[in-house]
Structure formats: structure tokens, C-alpha cells
């Protein structure tokens, strides 16, 4: 016995000798025996054997309509695997039937392809997307702090102009203070002089009237005249602000627009081509032209979204994109064998034409 420490290694020996690593298996049993100890193990004849190499254990079904029968049989038909008796028997007559183990390295031919097309096409290619969407989610928050920068300086810019133009309201306010108070100081000194003039005759006049001087008398001379004439009246009109209706929208145009979201998803469903499957053509666009009487007589690819056209005793050669807008018109003199050919370097377009469509057939080829 090894060491406690190489257990792992004690768990596959032979079932009757104990040698390690056996080869071979029985699947009925669920037993593991050395090559030497197959023979021994077989002569058992109470009980039905199955012994097959170690890579194939788990290989053997036993028969669900006869007990303890192997099947080792598969029927095409019915996908069942069978023992001899139910291949003999009428309900499997005239069935396909080959061995299991053909039909086990023939699904196992299918597996070990299928893994190593997801290993090594369709899940890189998975990560590949991926990738582009964890850099399209990267691209995105970037732009978005660029635009809530953008947003902010915006609404400060905006804030200061604001903030002027208060300030430029309350400095015309305080210059018509000014001015109104010149005015109104200065009328105000002057009715304030006059008052005292009218004090000071009041107590002349009074005084003249205590006395009995006759050269005094003699010598008074009246301003009643003068304190009739009463002073301007002033008519301020006070300034009055009106405030104009502060509306949200408003607001919201002078801080500016987004523009709206875009989320399309491509119409063209994209499938990978299966490993050495033969380039297929498929019809991408169904283009509608305007040539009528002039019937369509050549077209060429330039590239993935545009194609030149001509007509027969046309004079003109078109330029259309795959949804059919008409981009440019070139006036051309007519010849016999005129033919605009330019290839693009990975893909191979081929345009099928009737009188007035263009079915576009598109067949990727491996880039070299």
C-alpha cells in the first residue's frame, strides 16, 4: 500500500491483483482489472460481462426491455441504443442499426468539433464583443463627464450673466437716485432760503409796526410780490421694475438641448460561418433604379455601401448607396464596352441585375 499521502493514486488498481493503473474496464460490474486479470474475470459465468478499455467505460447500456441484456446496438431510427434480441425482433425490422461504438466516436468526432469551434471561434469571438461593449460603456461615461462639464460651465456662464445684468439694473437705479436728489436738494436749498427771506420780512414788518419812525416807515419796501410767485412744483415719476415671468422652458432653451439617445440595433442578423462550410451568397439589399426604357446593363461595387450603374444608350453612370438613394450623376460618352470594375480588397460583392433592380449578394471570404 502507498503512503497515506499518494491515496489519489491507490483509487484506481485492479480489482483482483491490486495493480495500478488498469487498462481495462467492466462496465456491468463497475469494476477496474489489468489485462491479465481480464480472462479471470470473464470465466464468471453467472453473471453477463462487458469489459472495454479504460477510455471507454460508461459505454455500455443494458437492455430495458430485456433484463440484463448489453446492448450493442444502436438504432437510427428509433435513437435508442438495443441489445441482439431487440434487433432480431419485428419492432426493429428494417431499421438502420450499427454498432455503439461507431456511434459513440462518431458523436464524439461531432463534440470534440463542436468544442473546438466554441473554444477557439465563438467564444473569442464573444469576448471580442464584449470587449467592445466594456470599451463602448468606458467611451460613454467619458463623453458623459465631458458633457455634465460642458452643462456645468454652461449654467455658470449663464449665472454670471445673470448676476451682471442684476448689477447693471441696480447701477441705473442708483444714477436715478442721484439725479433725482440733485434736483430735489436743490429745489429744496432754494425753498429753504426763500422761507427764511419770508421769516425775516415777518419780523421786519412786525417791528415796523412797533415803531412810529417815519424814515423807517418811509423806507420799507414789500416782497409780497416776490413770496407769491410760489416755487415749481416737481413731478418724479418713481422708476418701477417689472420682473418678466420666469418660465422653466424658457430657462431650460437658453441653457441649451440634448441631443436624443440613439440605440439602434444592426436590421442585417450577422451569422458565423461554421468551420469549412463553402461561402454562401445571401441577398443583403433589394435596390429599386430608375432606368425605365434604358434597361440596366452593368453595375459595380466600391465599396460596402455604394455601387456605380449603367444603362444601355445611357449616357449616364449613377452612384447609389445600398438603400437605394441616388448620390451622384456623371455624364459620360457612350461606349461599347464600358465597364467600371473597382474590387474591394476582403469582400466580394456580386450584383445580380433585371431591367430596373439590383439584388445585392454579399459573400464574406478570409481575409488573407
Known amino acids: 500500500m502507498d503512503p497515506v499521502g499518494n491515496w ?31 480472462k479471470e474475470h470473464l470465466f464468471d459465468d453467472f453473471t453477463e460481462h462487458k469489459v472495454v478499455p479504460f477510455e471507454m467505460r460508461g459505454s455500455t447500456d443494458l437492455c430495458l426491455t430485456h433484463y440484463l ?42 463534440f470534440k468539433k463542436d468544442l473546438e469551434e466554441l473554444e477557439n471561434v465563438i467564444y473569442p469571438k464573444y469576448q471580442e464583443i464584449a470587449s467592445k461593449i466594456s470599451d463602448e460603456m468606458v467611451d460613454w461615461n467619458e463623453h458623459s463627464k465631458k458633457l455634465i462639464m460642458a452643462i456645468d460651465e454652461h449654467g455658470e456662464n449663464l449665472h454670471r450673466e445673470i448676476d451682471t445684468s442684476t448689477k447693471k439694473l441696480k447701477s441705473n437705479l442708483e444714477e436715478m437716485d442721484s439725479k433725482s436728489m440733485s434736483v430735489l436738494n436743490k429745489q429744496e436749498n432754494e425753498i429753504t432760503i426763500t422761507i427764511s427771506n419770508i421769516k425775516q420780512g415777518i419780523d421786519e414788518i412786525r417791528k415796523l409796526l412797533a415803531s412810529n419812525d417815519v424814515c423807517l416807515l418811509s423806507a420799507y419796501k414789500s416782497r409780497n410780490v416776490e413770496f407769491r410767485r410760489l416755487p415749481p412744483t416737481l413731478r418724479v415719476t418713481l422708476p418701477n421694475f417689472t420682473p418678466h415671468d420666469i418660465t422653466k422652458n424658457h430657462i431650460f432653451q437658453q441653457l441649451g438641448t440634448l441631443s436624443e439617445l440613439s440605440v439602434k440595433t444592426d436590421d442585417h442578423v450577422y451569422t458565423m460561418d461554421a468551420p469549412g462550410a463553402p461561402n454562401v ?19 459595380s461595387c466600391i465599396n460596402e455601401n455604394s455601387i456605380w450603374t449603367c444603362g444601355f444608350d445611357d449616357k449616364m453612370i449613377r452612384l447609389y448607396n445600398l438603400q437605394g438613394e441616388l448620390f451622384s450623376s456623371i455624364d459620360i460618352m457612350t461606349r461599347d464596352n464600358l465597364f467600371i470594375h473597382l474590387m474591394n480588397i476582403y469582400t466580394t460583392n456580386t450584383l445580380l441585375k433585371t431591367r430596373t433592380k439590383i439584388y445585392v449578394h454579399l459573400t464574406m471570404e478570409p481575409v488573407p
Request: net charge negative.
Open 8 to 38: 489519489a493514486q491507490d483509487v484506481l488498481r485492479c480489482h483482483l491483483c491490486q495493480s495500478p493503473g488498469p487498462p481495462m474496464h467492466c462496465d456491468i460490474c463497475g469494476i477496474y482489472l489489468c489485462t491479465p486479470c481480464v
Open 69 to 110: 441484456k448489453i446492448c450493442e446496438q444502436y438504432c437510427q431510427q428509433c435513437n435508442i441504443p438495443i441489445c441482439t434480441l431487440c434487433a432480431s425482433s419485428t419492432e426493429h425490422k428494417d431499421h438502420e442499426l450499427v454498432d455503439v461504438f461507431n456511434v459513440i466516436e462518431s458523436k464524439k468526432r461531432v
Open 281 to 299: 451568397s445571401k441577398i443583403i439589399e433589394e435596390i429599386e433604379t430608375e432606368y425605365g426604357e434604358y434597361k440596366l446593363r452593368s453595375v
